[in-house]
């Protein structure tokens, strides 16, 4: 089953670019890659998706190494207002699409 | 809009009662998904469904009971059994049920505190 790892926190100035990075070893090879933030007391919500190379659009980067057994996300630039959990995803079982997170990284940004 | 809503935002429960925790979504999608919040922590799942009238356990199923038995609803019944019921429930559904594509959609969650 595919599992992940993230570290657990992170710490960052305004105006910095962040990069976190996911371990991913048993990625199947349908599956794709995809993270989420999530601030308190709401849901995740969707960030940015990839399978291989590098995705762009206009929050984050994603970097995705030809083995594919990990991924970075990169926030260019980061303010206040991200401060938050970021967790990735990758499916779990290629056919039950049972989708189960990891324990996420808790990205503090300061002034 | 399109959407998942969850109900009740906040709900309080004695011991030894069952609560039902209600998650709709009008974005037509197959799959839905119950999680669990404890503060602090990941999330971690608790039942899934991948189409109507059927729903597969997580990590965590013991305690809890779903249904599927409208495509666009799936609420999830904690019971008396579950032992540490008070977290947050967050409630989600997926488009795309047969390639890698895993785009999860969050409701706002649904908060219980067991008195």
């Known amino acids: 089953l595919a599992k992940t790892t993230q570290p657990i926190s992170m710490d960052s100035y305004e105006g910095q670019e962040v990069n976190i990075t996911c371990s991913h070893n048993?990625?199947?090879?349908?599956?794709?890659i995809t993270w989420y933030q999530q601030f308190p007391s709401q849901g995740p919500r969707f960030i940015i998706q990839g399978y291989k190379t590098k995705v762009t659009n206009e929050v984050a980067s994603l970097f995705i190494p030809a083995d594919r057994k990990s991924s970075t996300l990169s926030l260019p630039r980061v303010s206040l207002s991200d401060t938050a959990v970021y967790y990735c995803l990758v499916a779990t079982s290629g056919s039950a699409r049972q989708l189960t997170f990891g324990s996420g990284t808790q990205l503090t940004v300061l002034p | 809009d399109g959407g998942i809503t969850q109900s009740p935002k906040y709900l309080f429960r004695k011991e030894g009662q069952n609560v039902t925790l209600s998650c709709e979504q009008n974005?037509?999608?197959?799959?839905m998904y119950w999680y669990r919040q404890d503060p602090g922590q990941g999330l971690r799942l608790i039942y899934y469904?991948?189409?109507?009238?059927?729903?597969q356990k997580g990590d965590i199923a013991e305690g809890y009971s779903v249904s599927r038995e409208k495509k666009e609803s799936f609420p999830l019944t904690v019971t008396s059994a579950q032992k540490n019921p008070t977290a947050f429930y967050l409630c989600?559904?997926?488009?795309?049920?047969?390639?890698?594509?895993?785009?999860?959609?969050f409701g706002a969650g649904s908060r219980l505190t067991v008195l």
């Open positions: 974005l037509n999608h197959d799959a």
């Open positions: 989600a559904s997926r488009l795309d049920t047969s390639s890698g594509a895993n785009v999860l959609t």
């Open positions: 048993n990625i199947a090879t349908n599956d794709y």
């Open positions: 469904s991948q189409i109507v009238n059927d729903f």
